[in-house]
């Protein structure tokens, strides 16, 4: 059977969500980024116009664009967004891979009787998530992930792009051979040196001196070129680890500031763990120096557990056991070795008195948050 394939990517996510929370925004440049030290994490599209991108130094998105509006990073805001888009794509297919916050696949092969034609289908999710969230997203329809995902690039923002079967050779007759999946800038030069532009060229090429070249990635770059992709959707996982970090605006030897960002940390772990229906059984600290001198602390503790208090008690532990300190320009906090909260606890097992009451306040505190935002209640230190 073949498949049917779709690549839900949104557009300027982070910087989008700032325009509709603001609507003075709207029509400006805005780049959310992780302070004067840190690097873009959405630029609008408005901010694209002058050049500035993901990944790109702040201060290099500022030459660019000074009379752009910097915006500090609100993933909780974030993640509550993409929460609410995730679970609409599980009422469209069982079979949705989550890629990252903003874009995810999602497989409905063989749903057309139930679905209707996916062209179609596409249409009615793009008006879904613009009538719910009133942000736009650009849809690739392909018979596989990998033409799916350039699909939903190719028209954005709010685009809709669809590769039938039959179309594929001549899609990819002349895409850069830059876009094709894990072709970076060693890789680009060394096909270049080739002579091989476009996928089309790269078909022609024999795949023995695409092996001779790139070794295993050769085999990989051949069925690409061909619009081969056997890679299936993988439904989501529980993830392996949850962590939150920061990166200082100025280094800092202070404890009691490494305190406060530790302890907030800590609360949006508990707060996603608890979400997740997860308890952990090791806290790790990370504390990135002045230097760039990377230090990660992890302790595994007696029982498994979601509380955000225990999580910050063990990792403020951690922290204490590092003195002296040297300045520190990146602090986080992780969570790992998951267990279900489902578990059965031992005949005579009960939870003693303040575990309890800290699991009543957590669950009160997931509940404010839950309906009036993530930075209305904090924990005091």
Sequence with gaps: MNRTILHIDMDAFYAAIEQIDNPTLNGKPVIVGGGKRGVVSTASYEARVFGVHSAMPIFQAKRLCPQGIFLPVRMRRYR??????????????????????DEAYVDVTGTERLLGDPTKLAKRMKEWILRETRLTCSIGVA??????????????????TVIQEHQVEGFLKDLPVGKLPGVGQKALKTLHDLGIIRTGQLRKLPESILVRKFGRFGHALAELSRGIDPSEVVPQRKPKSISSETTLEEDTEDIAILR????????????????????????????????????TRSQTIDRSTDSSKVIADTALELLENE?????????????????????????????AQGDEKQARVDRAMDAVSERFGEDLLKRGT
């Design 80 to 101: 509550e967004v993409s929460r609410r888009i995730m679970a609409f794509l599980n009422t469209v297919s069982p079979m949705v891979e989550p890629v990252s916050i």
């Design 143 to 160: 018979p596989n992930k990998f033409l799916a995902k350039i699909a939903s690039d190719w028209q954005k923002p709010d685009g809709l």
């Design 260 to 295: 406060d960002h530790i302890i907030a940390q800590a609360e949006d772990v508990g707060r996603r763990l608890r979400a997740g229906e997860l308890k952990c059984r090791t806290v790790t600290l990370k504390l990135k120096s002045s230097d760039f001198r990377l230090i």
């Design 323 to 351: 003195k002296p300190l040297s300045k520190v320009r990146l602090v986080g906090v992780g969570a790992s070795n998951f267990d279900s909260t489902a578990q059965q606890l031992g005949l005579f097992e009960r939870f």
